[in-house]
Each structure stands twice: as C-alpha cells, then as structure tokens.
C-alpha cells in the first residue's frame, strides 16, 4: 500500500505559474511511472503528465504542452508539475497517480495507475 500526497494547488489568475508536489509515502523503483491526471466538473478525466523513473521520459497530453513540465525527485519519491501560462480551462481537480508496471502505450489511461493521492484543486480565474 503506497500513499500519494499532493500539495500546491490554489487559486491564480490566468497567465500565472503553479507548483504542484506528490510525493509517495515509499521508495519507488525503476519500473514506476507517476503522474498527474485532472477532472473539472462536467468533463472527463484528462491525463496530464507522467514521467517514467527509469530514463525520466516524459509524457503530455494535448492541452498543456509546451506550457507544463512534469519533473521528479527519486530521492525524495517525488514528482512536481511545473505549470506555467495556465489558463481558466485549466482549472480542476489534479490527482497525482503512480503505476508501479505499465508499458508506455498505457500511461495516458487511468486505469493503467494503482495509487492514487486525494487530489488537489487548482483555480485559474480573473
């Protein structure tokens, strides 16, 4: 059992920078991938980000690349999301998620992910 905890979230005008934190309450190893999905009321849930610990590679979806970096401490058992240029559609409910196997091909699916922190809100409005 691995707990997933994230901080960070809040309320931003458009255009600002947010930080999102998740960090997992043990080790994690080579074959983990986490990342970061997000809901809105109203819509499904969207992948956002992960990154696998073996290599780092990284992985978007459509909608917030080239404005959000997804990053990760293995020491720390912990990944951030870099959000920056954020828009009123960004807002939502991000969950941090963690898969400890799946292929690459997966990792935008939720149901690839085990663990799964309680969520964070984040607001993006004038």
């Known amino acids: 059992q691995v707990q997933l905890v994230e901080s960070g979230g809040g309320l931003v005008q458009p255009g600002d920078s947010l930080r999102l934190s998740c960090t997992a309450s043990?080790?994690?190893?080579?074959?983990?991938?986490m990342g970061w999905f997000r809901q809105a009321p109203g819509k499904e849930r969207e992948f956002v980000a992960t990154?696998?610990?073996?290599?780092?590679?990284?992985y978007y979806g459509d909608s917030v690349k080239g404005r959000f970096t997804i990053s990760k401490d293995s020491v720390k058992n912990t990944v951030y999301l870099q959000m920056n240029s954020l828009k009123p559609e960004d807002t939502a409910v991000y969950y941090c998620?963690?898969?400890?196997?799946?292929?690459?091909?997966?990792?935008?699916?939720?149901?690839?992910?085990?663990?799964w922190g309680q969520g964070t809100q984040v607001t993006v409005s004038s």
């Open positions: 990154i696998r610990w073996n290599g780092g590679a990284r």
């Open positions: 998620a963690a898969a400890p196997s799946g292929i690459t091909s997966t990792l935008g699916r939720a149901d690839t992910y085990y663990y």
């Open positions: 043990q080790r994690t190893s080579n074959n983990w991938a």
